[in-house]
């Protein structure tokens, strides 16, 4: 038999019902040829191993061009010295030859065997899965993110966004990432290519990252990490806002360029993926008692009891990530809308929305 794990429907009533489907069983009733290969459409993410559709272009660490945070040595490294004991070796923060875990915070002992050995079923893992962080990476693009995560830092996350707004997944969701520290049991991760906020007392990389051209600024992708780096070739990158945008986070003033109209795009549309597929993760993020946006960590309590969108400054006092420039109105409220809309083949890929204008001034929300 053949099984084929198809992407997931949406209920057009509660954006919390989610199910897979095998299609294929055997010869009957199915088109397939047996050892016939059946290619992705390419906008799918890996959960628990079912394909989902996002809409957005996705890029899995099984294709060509994806990273692979499975594996064991270091990606960038010259391929003789890239097993783990070399690498063990020479990095002296390799710990661990794997860079990720299993969610077994909260499973009883019969659980923790059923996953380790089998896998997870859908259903268990929704029931653990409640926060999507959201992190910059203050790599500038993915592929350096990869290297500095994978092959340095010992760390892990479940996706990177590029500038260009593709999409990396380099682990299927079931895994336990490590990028969030107390929330990595309950949490996805993504790592945005964006260099990062600044106070007027640190140095700043940011001039080196964006030039005026004309009354726009252009994202430049500094000359010593290489070409055809991106995904889409030739792309000529601008952020949202072409000004830095000046904001508070954690107490402290940082100056910050906007994430490009592409991010936002793919950021939005996977989202809106993952509030349908894990009913617990709220679509929405930390809000104050006026309903505004917290900037600053939140309290253990506030944090335990959380679930939803977050970024990586709700979770530790020593980070800023995503830092002030985020729009968070433009993804919460983007991804509201495709939730509402029906879809089309089943598939969140489908949804069609109106568009809600990025803020493009140089003004901070």
Known sequence: MIFVPLST?????????????????????????TGKIEKRTGDEIVVAGNFVHTG???????????????????RFAPFKESDWDTSHEKVK???????????????????????????????????VVDQFVLHFDVAGI??????????????????????????YQTLDLK????????????????????????????KSPLHDWYKSDGGKTILTIPARYGTNVLYTKNFVGQPARPEPVRGEVQGHM??????????????????????????????????????????????????GKYQGVLGHYHIQTNKTDPGPALQWDYIIGKAQRLLRQPTEHGATAQLKTRSIELDRSSESK
């Open 254 to 303: 940082l100056s910050q360029y906007d994430y490009t109209p592409e991010q936002y795009e793919a950021l939005a549309k996977l989202t809106a993926t993952l509030c349908s597929v894990f009913p617990k993760i709220k679509c929405d993020y930390p809000r104050d008692a006026s309903g505004k946006l917290i900037t600053r960590k939140l309290s253990d309590d506030d944090l």
């Open 93 to 127: 923060d390799l710990r661990s030859p794997s860079r990720y875990s299993l969610r077994k915070s909260g499973l009883t002992d019969e659980q923790i065997e059923k996953v380790r050995g089998g896998g997870w079923d859908l259903p268990m893992l929704q029931s």
């Open 175 to 202: 895994e336990r990432a490590w990028h969030a520290t107390s929330s990595n049991n309950r949490s996805i991760g993504i790592e945005i290519a964006n260099m990062g906020g600044y106070s007027k007392e640190e």
């Open 56 to 74: 957005t272009r996705v890029v899995t660490w099984m294709e060509p061009g994806g990273y692979d945070a499975y594996r064991v040595e270091r």
């Open 9 to 33: 429907r949406v209920s057009t009533i509660s954006r919390v019902c989610f199910a897979a489907a095998v299609i294929c069983l055997g010869f009957s009733g199915c088109a397939t040829r």
């Open 142 to 167: 993915s592929k350096t993110c990869f290297k500095v995560l994978h092959d340095s830092r010992d760390l892990s996350v479940h996706f990177m966004l590029d500038v260009d707004g593709t999409i």
